[in-house]
């Protein structure tokens, strides 16, 4: 399927609101209204209701490829990303799956990993928690994944795993 392009945004708040057909009133005077998927879509102008639907059917493609992508249990999900890394994958067993951080923070602090494997963990605990200071629980400076960092030393199938989660993101 197709992935629709998000318009530019006009910069303008507005209101649109989504009603069912059957019990939505009439558009008032100077509004606009359409109907779509069942729903009766109204706002100030055309333009605002068309860029409403438009997000909306973006954000429905992006939950359609985060559903196709990965399993429905968040559990499942989080465990289902780090052996996309190549160097998570080759680790053996640091913590993963099943998923134990502390364990994983031990094996990024230790002498196994290289800076590719010490990023893709930091990405995968963001993923886990990105409200987390991981150095607060024992992670070796720096506390947090740095996209610029990562990027500077990862090879292209670490890129691409980071690249699949950006693609079809999902929070446990």
């Given at each position: ?6 318009r ?46 438009s997000e ?6 992006a ?16 465990t ?93």
């Amino acid at each position: 399927m197709a992935s629709k392009e998000a318009r530019p945004r006009s910069g303008r708040v507005t209101a649109v609101r989504s009603q069912p057909v059957d019990s939505a009133p009439p558009a008032g005077q100077g509004e606009y209204s359409r109907e779509w998927c069942g729903r009766l879509w109204v706002g100030e102008s055309r333009e605002d209701v068309d860029e409403a639907i438009s997000e909306f059917e973006i954000a429905r493609e992006a939950a359609a490829r985060r559903d196709r992508r990965w399993p429905a249990d968040g559990t499942a999900a989080r465990t289902a990303l780090p052996p996309l890394f190549p160097s998570l994958a080759e680790a053996g067993d640091i913590g993963i799956a099943p998923w134990e951080p502390e364990h994983l923070i031990a094996w990024l602090n230790g002498p196994a990993p290289g800076s590719g494997g010490k990023w893709a963990g930091r990405f995968c605990l963001g993923v886990w928690n990105s409200g987390t200071d991981w150095g607060e629980l024992g992670l070796a400076a720096p506390g947090r994944f740095d996209v610029f960092e990562a990027m500077a030393c990862w090879d292209r199938a670490h890129v691409q795993a980071m690249l699949t989660w950006l693609e079809a993101p999902f929070w446990p």
